[in-house]
């Protein structure tokens, strides 16, 4: 460019203020379109919310609210609580294997806690998900407190060996 136009006076007093013209346009245009973006996700929320609450009326209806509280879920029952798990999630009951399960532990509330530990040998990671979501979900007071994961070499790329610990407590 040229040094004169630099210069010139008329290029700083028109064109920058052009400039920034242009530039709070822009942002204003993309304010009002975070605006609309934020009242249909206000919109959709309300939604959710709406559907959620007609699934638990339904749910209530047909007799499965006991998922929804510990209140009408079983207790967990070991190696046989374990198939259930691995057939809802479509695991063959022969990759399963109970590999412990040390004396149960008196907790400070007076509850007694167990802890089990499977394994899983050459099974999908969806299916993990879904022994441990199940047993989760399905059973009362028992959480995953230890999964540990191994790929498993020379089979598909899906494939995996897994160390899942359960505690729950009676």
Not at 36 to 52: F, I, M, P, W, Y
Not at 61 to 83: C, E, I, V, W
Not at 96 to 122: D, F, I, K, M
């Amino acid at each position: 460019m040229n040094r004169a136009v630099l210069q010139d006076r008329r290029l700083w007093m028109i064109g920058i203020p052009a400039v920034l013209v242009l530039a709070a346009l822009v942002s204003l245009n993309q304010m009002a379109g975070a605006k609309r973006s934020a009242l249909g996700q206000v919109t959709t929320a309300a939604e959710v919310d709406k559907n959620a609450a007609k699934i638990i009326r339904l749910r209530v209806q047909s007799g499965q609210a006991g998922a929804l509280g510990n209140g009408d879920r079983p207790r967990f029952l070991g190696a046989a609580s374990a198939t259930e798990c691995a057939e809802a999630s479509k695991i063959p009951i022969r990759l399963v294997q109970q590999v412990s399960s040390p004396e149960p532990q008196r907790t400070r509330g007076g509850q007694v806690e167990h802890q089990e530990r499977y394994t899983l040998q050459g099974v999908r990671l969806l299916q993990v998900a879904q022994f441990v979501d199940y047993a989760e979900q399905h059973y009362a007071n028992l959480k995953c407190s230890n999964l540990v994961l191994t790929a498993l070499e020379g089979k598909t790329p899906d494939s995996w060996s897994a160390v899942v610990t359960l505690k729950y407590t009676e």
